[in-house]
């Protein structure tokens, strides 16, 4: 970053951190206590798919890496692909391996900046879903809790912001706590 970034007001892009992942098993406690939810065994990677050979060829050597984890590919309606993993709902360390499996090796492929998100679903024992969302390009994670009617439950997501930020980089930015409706494993 130069002098002039500096003097216009321009910031050096957050570099992510993918180990941040890592962190899900310890935070899943956190919640657990604090919430009562617990993993589902479901966990997304979202990217904007690039068209071409190369990229259909590292979608399937993705496949044939996680191995043994069931993957399914979908769609979604703004264009974004969705890879969703499923582990165990108590393997959730297996899953978080899964899903950075899927993330280095886009990276390293040279579409990083296709990298949208990555979440893990969770659920409570009254049937509430949530999920807790990586934004690639901040380096950060947040909570979403979807409700009936593309509604959201915002008590709940503060109320889990505020359980697991010991624990994980929680994205101070509320406008940047998107709504996954329809998200694959959520």
Partial sequence: MGWLDALLGRSKPVKPDLDALFALPSAAVTLQAATGATPTGLGSVCF????GGAFATLQQ????????????QSQDSYGYTWLLARRPPDDLAALVTDLHGINSSLESAGFGPSL????????????????????????????????AGER????????VRAAISGDLKIEPDLSRWFPLWGAPGL
């Fill in 152 to 159: 959201r439950d915002n008590a709940l997501e503060l109320q």
């Fill in 116 to 147: 949208l998100c990555s979440m893990v679903a969770f659920t409570d024992p009254s049937g509430q879903r949530l999920a807790i969302v990586y934004l690639y390009k901040q380096g950060t994670f947040y909570p979403f809790a979807p409700l």
């Fill in 61 to 72: 050597d993705i496949k044939a890496l996680l191995g043994e984890s069931e993957v399914e």
């Fill in 48 to 51: 904007r798919a690039a068209e």
